[in-house]
């Protein structure tokens, strides 16, 4: 082998191995550690992470992978041209930025973080608008320094979803709105509504956990190389695709909301765990996007689970679990139960339907504020504007509206159009699937996962980094992202839940 590409592979390997002891010390901290330890481990996360900068920023890797792209480049295999590709990326990302500004930025997200928590406690919207502005003038100057080709915003979004651009985006999520508005008014003026009384009551913690753990298990999820575990947000981490960890939490009043939470993450764990550890630990093994990952939870929590072969085929595994609280139900009414569509002012509690109209909401407040046509002070007020006309409700607070996710307390705008990327891309993979295997929905009803499993490995998990989402969903579904599968899956499901005809 090329010594050059040796050398980079030794340091490649480096960073890899130690961003997998801060990952373990970050689950630890969220799952295992004690109360009082808090100090100690900032602290500990801090040395490591100035020493992977140290290593990510290293002017001799710099050399090695310019040296690379420029001599040797077209003798190498596609995996290594990708890993070199790769990390000049995130080399440049690391190195572009002035340490002024990294600093600025690290210290408003720490600080920004503990201001939103307040703000939101006390529904104080002005409270946190200054971090905002900051926020918006540093991400400015950021996107500035590391992609002047791109719009500011744009810049932002490259950083999750990677060549996707709001020339991209906009008219997929007006398209989104055109149907998806008139949709949900039509199920708010049905008078039917799914019963879900039976998903009310009290579900023993044990039971909820061996239910959560079978349904994980039977999906695909390898506990020989991976734990299931209990924290505040459910999450996947871990260090390695050997040593994935997912978790979720339980309520004892609310048994649906853990085990989706657990399908959910089984299906970024099986991502992990399916990736191409063999090319190396090195880039090209790696996950591709936010977008991409996010399609693969949902693939499983939303176009698998929330289906009707799924429920049919475990409906009596949760009733035998819970069978005082179900026993009126059947696979009919749970299905129905599971799949109501009611708009609510949270975004993290939304159902399939609304939760779209929540992101595109918060998109367009991005772009506004990222092109000057809107402005911080006055967006409590856009908020309850746009809540209204997308979904027929106005929130009663900030809290419930404009302050309450985490995500602009850290600077992290351009993140939320992922969540929705992520759910059509889901759409248009599993339409694929049904297109090839065609006998898909009956191997759901038999709870005979492993065809699709393999089908997800096989066109996604084992590409790694090698393509670009847009290459990759080209190359899995035949096109380019086209948002008429996830309408049409819509429209169609919900149509038949809720009896309507004329949408
Ligand atoms: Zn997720």
């Keep these: 082998m090329n010594q050059h590409y040796q050398n980079l592979v030794q340091k490649l390997e480096e960073i890899t191995h130690l961003s997998g002891v801060m990952s373990t010390l970050g689950w630890d901290q969220e799952v295992m550690m004690p109360a009082g330890a808090g100090e100690a481990r900032a602290k500990q996360i801090a040395a490591l992470a100035g020493v992977i900068h140290e290593r990510m920023t290293d002017p001799a890797l710099g050399e090695c992978l310019n040296e690379l792209k420029e001599k040797d480049f077209d003798a190498l295999s596609e ?26 930025l690290a210290e408003l997200s ?85 019963n879900t009384a039976f998903l009310q009551g009290r579900f023993a913690l044990d039971k909820q956990e061996a239910l959560a753990r079978k349904i994980s298990r039977d999906i695909g999820f390898n506990f020989e190389q991976g734990r299931m575990d209990v924290s505040v947000h459910p999450f996947c981490g871990g260090s390695h695709p050997t040593d994935v960890r997912i ?11 853990s085990l989706y939470a657990v399908i959910h993450e089984t299906g970024h764990a099986l991502y992990e765990q399916g990736r191409p550890h063999e090319l190396g630990d090195l880039p090209a093994s790696e996950s591709l996007t936010m977008g991409i990952h996010e399609s693969q939870s949902l693939f499983w929590e939303r176009m698998i689970a929330q289906s009707k072969p799924f429920c ?87 809290a419930l509206g404009v302050l309450q996710d985490s995500h602009w307390s850290g600077g992290a705008f351009g993140y939320f159009p992922s969540y929705t990327l992520g759910a059509m891309y889901a759409c248009q993979f599993y339409k694929t699937l049904l297109s090839e295997q065609p006998d898909t929905e009956k191997h759901i009803s038999e709870g005979n996962f492993t065809p699709i499993k393999q089908w997800l490995n096989e066109k996604i998990h084992r590409q790694g980094r090698l393509y670009t989402p847009q290459e990759l969903v080209r190359r899995v ?12 899956h819509l429209k169609q499901k919900y149509s038949e839940i809720y009896g309507l005809t004329s949408v």
């Design 477 to 488: 579904t035949g096109e380019a992202l086209n948002p008429d599968h996830f309408i049409g």
């Design 312 to 398: 049919s085929h475990y409906f009596d595994t949760i009733r035998a679990a819970f069978p005082d609280n179900l026993k009126s139900a059947t696979v009919d009414s749970f299905y129905r139960a599971i799949n109501t569509c009611k708009p609510d002012f949270i975004r993290v509690e939304a159902d399939e339907v609304t939760y779209p109209l929540h992101i595109i909401l918060r998109y367009e407040i991005e772009k506004g504020l990222f092109d000057g046509s809107m402005q911080v002070d006055d967006l409590p007020h856009i908020w309850n504007e746009l809540m209204l006309k997308y979904l027929g409700i106005q929130p009663p607070t900030d």
């Design 79 to 104: 995996p290594e041209r990708c890993n070199i590709r790769e990390a000049l990326h995130s080399y440049e990302l690391e190195t572009k930025v002035s340490k002024r500004l990294v600093q600025e």
């Design 247 to 257: 978790t979720t939490r339980y309520k004892d009043s609310n048994f649906v909301e």
């Design 110 to 194: 720490s600080r920004g973080h503990g201001i939103w928590v307040m703000a939101r406690q006390e529904n104080k919207f002005s409270d946190f608008a200054p971090v905002l502005k900051r926020f918006l003038e540093l991400k400015q100057e950021w996107a500035q320094c590391v992609s002047p080709e791109l719009k500011p915003y744009d810049a932002n979004i490259d950083l999750f979803e990677r060549g996707t651009t709001m020339d991209m985006i906009t008219p997929i999520f007006e398209r989104l709105k055109q149907e998806l508005i008139p949709l949900i008014a039509a199920i708010r003026a049905h008078s039917y509504q799914p």
